[in-house]
């Protein structure tokens, strides 16, 4: 510890000037804008010195010709991930009252050269090395390949929102375990505790915005709550942040030796904590499996390193089995990772996997299905990237046997057979924000599905999220980007952007921070084509979309709730009833169970005739394999609605044309273990 306090007192001459004009600054007020408070978008108080924004024009307001919002939406970014990991892995701040030298500094172990930047070893190779000085020369950062740096400075993502973009996904973000191996911290490690001062800090910077336009309210820069003020905000023109969480063991829902270290209790205070603090997205597990799912894996020695990390933190590796249908986790592979490898206790080794084997095991607990049900019941939407392809399809069952619409892929990591089931159920998708080429070939391979069910698309910048982002092409690309550019709406006209004595160019830089994604935006264009970006611009409606539709859903009645039921034959048992309204008392607890023969059925009495359009069922390990879904307004003559011959189990959701029906049945034609037909419960809606 003791290495890292002496280089606090090296100052380059040229950051201790900057540090004087900003005191000097302070001491004589805000500096007037160019503007004077005449255009809207301007504020009339923005300090100086700061960066330079480079855009002309007024941003565009209003919907279109349809009444839809119009513009971009990034869908997974990290505005405040400095303050995750302990607070040093990624270094510099969003921003700093003390002003913009105070906010785009280096970490202090990283002065002179950077030979302690560990984090930097493992993401970029070499030797870490790089010259620490960000403001005002930034002569190695940010940059597409520098992952521990600051990349979301405020007048950088202004930039991007003077762009076209109107909606921004701020993901909390951190990791318990990535904290506490890393030696340099400010804090503990633990998750909540990130998580809340992240939010604070949010809504710091959306004050400390507000204050350069006059006061509380008058900024660009909005935390949004619910889809209505969302849209009330882009059609003001201006950007709505809405907060989400990315974190491995949300509630300290962490497993060791897979011992859940939470309950349902917890669970429920962790969500109504974070909705109260803003939150209205989350992911359940992220790079760990946990006490609610398993993960989907990373590949290569990164992978190795965090199957390690696991280890480390729970006492368990990641377990594989053969997948059951086309989607399938990342192949863990077995490259070698000796840096976390040699944490391993003696005599303790990373397993070897089998290459048909490469799905995890762990799939959504029951925890996690409580926690689930939790994010619908308070309309809140759930991120499937990162779970594994078991936990993924357990998830979507629960959303499909509820109609339930609020599920979002935000950054490439969904498996892409997943993509027709999400937009089915009105979710959203966003892609990683991948160098033009690959995003466009991306976004090519699911372009009929969007424009099947009429959605737009999004990106998912995942800045300061330590991914990489796109290298450049290069200034003799055959079509690069031409400085000055317009928007793609028309309005703006953008130059490159500057900041202190740097100025960065998408084709010689690449995507070095957030002020470059118009310029990327613009190299889409040039690369993939205009289709590409009209479906981003249509990205925030259909965000937005997509969370409305949440907050409006409401539980479908159930009418087979307490139902009288029949069956064909119910299994004895001595300890327990298997009886037929034990499938429809609304206790997943208990069961139905049948004999062990084929043709079976089940029989449900709603009492009197409504219209039937939904059937859920809610298999136990006895599921069938081949079955029925009758219905009859009499109890005598039967009519199918629904059938199929390829059940897997699980949680199944039958779907029909409305169909008047006082008795449902569910008729088992082949059954899909030795035992019988058994069902923790069905639901029959109207809706």
């Known amino acids: 510890m003791f290495v890292t306090r002496q ?16 005191v000097m600054a302070m001491a004589l007020g805000p500096t007037p804008s160019s503007a004077a408070g005449t255009d809207w978008w301007d504020p009339t108080a923005r300090p100086a010195p700061d960066s330079q924004i480079n855009v002309t024009g007024e941003p565009f307001k209003g919907t279109n010709s349809q009444g839809e919002v119009r513009g971009f939406v990034d869908a997974h970014n990290h505005i405040m991930a400095n303050e995750a990991f302990g607070g040093r892995l990624i270094c510099g701040k969003s921003f700093s009252k003390a002003g913009v030298a105070d906010a785009l500094k280096d970490c202090p172990e990283h002065y002179p050269d950077g030979s302690l930047a560990v984090f930097d070893f493992i993401t970029n190779g070499g030797d870490g090395k790089h010259d620490p000085d960000g403001w005002p020369t930034f002569k190695d950062w940010p940059a597409h390949d520098s992952l521990t740096h600051q990349q979301n400075y405020y007048a950088w993502v202004e930039r991007a929102w003077r762009g076209g973009q109107r909606v921004l ?6 990791n ?8 340099f911290k400010d804090r503990s490690c633990d998750e909540m505790t990130s998580i809340r001062l992240q939010a604070k800090l949010t809504y710091d910077m959306q004050d400390y915005i507000d204050a350069m336009y006059g006061g509380p309210g008058k900024g660009w820069f909005r935390i949004v709550t619910d889809s209505a003020q969302a849209r009330e905000v882009a059609q003001q023109g201006k950007l709505a942040v809405v907060l989400g969480v990315e974190t491995s063991e949300p509630f300290g829902c962490k497993q060791i030796l897979d011992i859940a270290q939470c309950d349902k209790a917890d669970i429920d205070a962790g969500l109504d904590e974070l909705y109260d603090l803003g939150v209205r997205s989350m992911f359940l597990c992220h790079k760990f499996d946990n006490a609610l799912c398993g993960v989907r894996f990373d590949e290569g020695g990164l992978g190795t390193a965090i199957n390690v990390g696991q280890f480390l933190s729970t006492g368990t590796f990641w377990q594989t089995e053969k997948c059951t249908g086309p989607q399938h986790d990342n192949p863990i592979g077995g490259a070698a990772a000796p840096g976390a ?19 995890n095991k762990r799939g959504l607990t029951d925890l ?17 990237d990162h779970m594994g392809v078991k936990a993924t399809g357990r998830a979507l069952d629960i959303f499909e046997a509820e109609s339930y619409p609020g599920v979002i892929s935000s950054h490439s990591w ?6 027709e089931r999400v937009y089915r159920l009105g979710g959203f998708i966003a892609q990683y924000m991948h160098g033009s080429e690959q995003f466009g070939a991306e976004a090519a391979r699911t372009k009929a599905l969007r424009d099947k069910y009429d959605v737009g698309y999004g990106y998912g910048t995942d800045m300061n999220g330590v991914g990489g982002w796109p290298a450049p092409r290069g200034a003799d690309a055959p079509n690069p980007v031409r400085y000055p550019f317009r928007s793609t709406d028309g309005t703006a006209v953008l130059d490159r952007q500057t900041t202190g004595q740097r100025t960065w160019d998408i084709n010689t830089d690449g995507a070095a921070h957030y002020g470059l994604v118009p310029d990327w935006i613009e190299d889409i264009r040039l690369v993939a084509g205009q289709s590409v970006v009209d479906d981003l611009f249509r990205g925030a409606e259909s965000y937005l979309d997509t969370w409305g539709a949440a907050e409006r859903h409401e539980a479908g009645v159930n009418l087979a709730k307490g139902a009288p039921a029949s069956a064909s034959s119910s299994e004895s048992s001595v300890f327990t009833s298997y009886a037929p309204g034990r499938a429809v008392d609304g206790d997943t607890g208990t069961r139905w169970a049948s004999d062990w023969s084929d043709d079976q059925w089940l029989r449900i009495d709603l009492g009197s005739t409504s219209t039937v359009r939904r059937v859920t069922l809610d298999w136990e390990r006895a599921y069938a394999k081949s079955y029925r879904v009758e219905v009859s307004t009499n109890g005598t003559d039967w009519r199918s609605v629904w ?12 779907r029909f044309s409305g169909t008047p029906a006082r008795y449902v049945r569910i008729h088992g034609l082949d059954r899909g273990t030795d035992w019988g037909y058994s069902l923790y419960e069905v639901g029959v809606h109207s809706s």
Request: net charge negative; aromatic share 4%; charged share 25%.
């Open 341 to 359: 490898e040699k944490e391993l206790p003696a005599g303790v080794d990373v397993p070897t996997y089998d290459e048909d084997a490469q799905c």
């Open 414 to 419: 969904m498996d892409l057979n997943w993509t």
């Open 7 to 22: 280089p606090l007192h090296r100052r380059r001459p040229l950051t201790v000037l900057s540090l004087l004009l900003v």
């Open 643 to 654: 059938s199929t011959t390829a059940g897997d189990g699980g949680l199944d959701t039958a």
């Open 169 to 174: 996904v701020n993901d909390l973000v951190t």
């Open 176 to 183: 318990g375990v990535i904290c506490s191996v890393y030696p």
């Open 368 to 384: 996690g299905e409580y926690a689930v049900r939790g994010l619908m019941k308070r309309k809140m939407m759930l991120e499937i």
